[in-house]
């Protein structure tokens, strides 16, 4: 079945880059996601990448996609403090419904 | 945010009591989406609706219905409450099947 992993916990000091890795298992996922969760608070669409893209820039923001191990990833230049929230990676599988499958999230402390 | 507001947002209630979340949105999107996070799954998806009256279960759908009588509306309820039900619960929504969701801040729900 559809899996999508994260690691749970990074940690980087401010001005730094950050960098949150996925991995996943549906080989026909269309579009790939990126959504941040600060406390309290709902799921914040940061971007999200076709699956026929390696890459995608978005300000700080990098998205790298290598659909050949199934691992995306998601770079914040210039990391800061305001940066710190839960990001979690998501897959929307191929069908009509819109389903997206979640990975647990990875919690990115930054370090003043 | 994008239009979305849930109702209500906190609540807390005893096992066994009936108990519906409301989602109402104002973007005329036609998804609608019920999730529950719990620490360590991420999101997972309980029902969806792609059109009035249209729904589907997702992943974790046991104890709860849904209804969606009109376009802006989407009703999630626990018939029977029970402590396993403990959760936060978000709304999301998406123009189609291959938009991007936008989630709602959630419900944060406690059953005692």
């Known amino acids: 079945g559809e899996d999508v992993e994260q690691s749970l916990f990074l940690s980087v000091r401010e001005g730094d880059s950050s960098v949150i890795n996925c991995t996943y298992t549906?080989?026909?996922?269309?579009?790939l996601y990126w959504y941040k969760q600060e406390p309290g608070a709902g799921l914040q669409l940061l971007t999200y990448?076709?699956?026929?893209?390696d890459m995608k820039q978005d300000q700080r923001l990098t998205v790298l996609l290598n659909k050949k191990d199934k691992h995306l990833s998601l770079r914040i230049a210039d990391t800061q403090t305001g940066d710190s929230a839960i990001y979690f990676c998501?897959?929307?599988?191929?069908?009509?419904?819109?389903?997206?499958?979640f990975g647990q999230g990875t919690t990115l402390q930054v370090k003043p | 945010d994008a239009g979305i507001t849930q109702s209500p947002r906190h609540k807390v209630t005893e096992t066994g009591t009936p108990v519906t979340l409301r989602c109402h949105q104002t973007?005329?999107?036609?998804?609608m989406y019920w999730y529950r996070q719990d620490p360590g799954h991420g999101l997972r998806l309980i029902h969806y609706?792609?059109?009035?009256?249209?729904?589907d279960k997702g992943e974790v759908s046991d104890g709860y219905s849904v209804s969606r009588s009109k376009t802006e509306d989407f009703l999630l309820t626990l018939e029977s409450a029970t402590s396993s039900q403990t959760s936060v619960y978000f709304c999301?929504?998406?123009?189609?099947?291959?938009?991007?969701?936008?989630f709602g801040d959630g419900t944060r729900l406690s059953i005692l």
């Open positions: 999301a929504i998406s123009e189609s099947d291959v938009q991007p969701q936008h």
């Open positions: 549906d080989s026909s996922s269309t579009y």
């Open positions: 990448i076709f699956s026929n893209m």
């Open positions: 998501a897959e929307s599988i191929r069908s009509n419904t819109g389903k997206l499958i």
């Open positions: 973007e005329n999107h036609r998804y």
């Open positions: 609706s792609y059109g009035v009256k249209d729904t």
